[in-house]
């Protein structure tokens, strides 16, 4: 047995803060994709007898690489981390909750067993998505104003309190700031098959390993986050035309479910534009997940040195609290028997 299997599991305080770190260092490195992929996702395919602009931005994207020459010629290298302040602060807000309940409701399942096995396929997307859920209801305000951030035109950039309050003032009032709930709670099954499918393919490819290296925690954090984009694409796309602007040729109309903005695009694009972005979407997820996993392992064991360190300390501590406690009575025992 590995010495890293001898020490008691993470409180999930300290799981929570593992994931939020890895979070946030792996959407800070692939942000740019991030953008783009938006971008891509809130724009509706230009026909050649379209005389405005269907998105909410001038230019048309017709591709990542497009995307990203036309951003930086419009708005410079800045312009590919455009909300990126508020995108952080959702990444850490989200990650952290989803993974604290995470580690919560799966040490919970785990101790109403008799039998102490790992979770089947099943309760472990069943334990991701109550997790995911929890998480999103505290979380998704900052993830709508994130999505006007970013597609906010060049001439019409705002902070990210002032985003807050344009949503706040629209027609939906501070309902608004939950808009794409729905999507959100249906969504919250990405998570779960990819956390799912991590711990299975973690069981199935390193049986036994208490402790991944960076490679491998990589590579099943890249496997399992493709099988849950390719899943949920339609769904993701959906949530992104909820949360932005609509798009002008609906003259300021908001969309009122994430069925109609579904709808619409496949009206006005194809079914096949229900999945517009993927490439872009599976990149950084294929990026960030691998990151975030790589990462959150090293925080773990890092987190475990310490916590056995303060254990140490600890014990060191009361020893000599004990110690002391003798020498004094070895002190007064002599006058106690006189």
Known sequence: MSGAAKHPPLPPWGNAVAGATGAVLANAIVYPLDIVKTRLQVQVKRRTTDEAPLTTNDHHYTSTWDAINKIIEDEGVVGLYSGINGSLIGVASTNFAYFFWYSTIRAYYLSTQALP???????????????????????IPISVVTTRQQTQPKGDKKGLIDTGREVIHSEDGWTGLWRGMKASLVLVVNPAITYGAYQRLREVIFPGKTSLRPWEAFLLGAMSKSLATIATQPLIVAKVGLQSRPPPARQGKPFKSFIEVMQYIAKNEGLLSLFKGIGPQITKGLLVQGLLMMTKERMELLFVVLFAYLRRLRAEKLQKVADAAAARAKQVMPIVLK
Do not use: I, R
């Open 117 to 139: 096995k790992p979770p089947s396929t099943a309760v472990e997307l069943g334990l991701g998505a109550v997790a995911g859920a929890v998480a999103q209801l505290f979380t």
